[in-house]
């Protein structure tokens, strides 16, 4: 059986998000559960992950540390410090992933509604091709829209598809990869492995596995969360939600 790690990038600072909550993204609770918890919580479960990460701000790494202790040590989660951009903050957690692994999976950790059904499609995908993220086609009408906020000119959809996580890759090859990258910022994992000409393929994804980003997507996500697959467990871990399933 192969083995995975999953980092997940959550030292953003979530200039977008906006609740009465008054937290970053990532720690800010979806029906009472955390949403980074809620987007580790189906990696920490697989018998193919052998170690999850999860990357933090310098600035909330105290706050961190003592807010969620008993999830850090129930879940296994090792810590890092994150870095100024997404892509060094992944680049510091590939530092310290084990020897043992043999494919990374970077998931956001403001996507908490992955579900094991779609896990099990891109991990599967990976070890085929080395390299694999999930994806959905886009369905609306493009618009590329100037700095004035008039239409410059609609672009067509052929072939257009909204990349999401988790995207998973051979582990020397995401090595190679950001041993390449120089001054290079890709938004995702997968621009920067395309970019050092390796294949990635896609697999479809679900349009509920959305990432937050607003106080809208927020709403979104609440209200999408019970219509997600549900697996049931016979014994409840001490994180989880109601004896009902876990999502």
């Known amino acids: 059986m192969a083995k995975f790690a999953v980092v997940l990038p959550a030292a953003g600072k979530s200039s977008r998000f906006q609740t009465n909550q008054k937290r970053k993204k990532p720690f800010v609770d979806l029906k009472k559960r955390p949403i980074w918890v809620r987007a580790a919580d189906q990696f920490v479960n697989r018998e193919d992950v052998v170690q999850t990460l999860i990357v933090i701000a310098s600035e909330d790494m105290d706050f961190f540390k003592e807010k969620y202790r008993a999830n850090l ?45 779609w896990i099990d499609e891109v991990f599967a995908a990976a070890e085929k091709s080395g390299a694999a993220i999930p994806a959905v086609p886009i369905s609306s009408t493009i618009k590329r829209v100037g700095d004035d906020s008039q239409i410059e000119e609609t672009v067509s959809r052929d072939g257009l598809w909204a990349a999401q996580t988790p995207q998973v890759f051979r582990r020397e090859l995401l090595l190679e990869a950001y041993a390449q990258r120089g001054d290079f910022n890709p938004t995702d994992e997968a621009q920067l492995v395309e970019k050092f000409g390796h294949p990635v393929t896609v697999v479809r994804g679900n349009a509920m596995n959305i990432k937050i980003t607003t106080g809208e997507d927020m709403s979104l996500a609440t209200a999408l969360v019970d219509a997600l697959p549900k697996k049931t467990l016979g014994a409840l871990h001490p994180f989880a939600d109601e004896p009902r399933g876990l999502l």
């Open 73 to 117: 040590a129930f879940m296994e989660i090792d810590l890092i410090e994150g870095g100024v951009q997404r892509a060094d903050s992944v680049e510091n957690a590939l530092k310290q992933v084990k020897d043992e692994v043999d494919f990374v999976a970077v998931h956001d950790a403001a996507r908490p509604l992955i579900v094991k059904e």
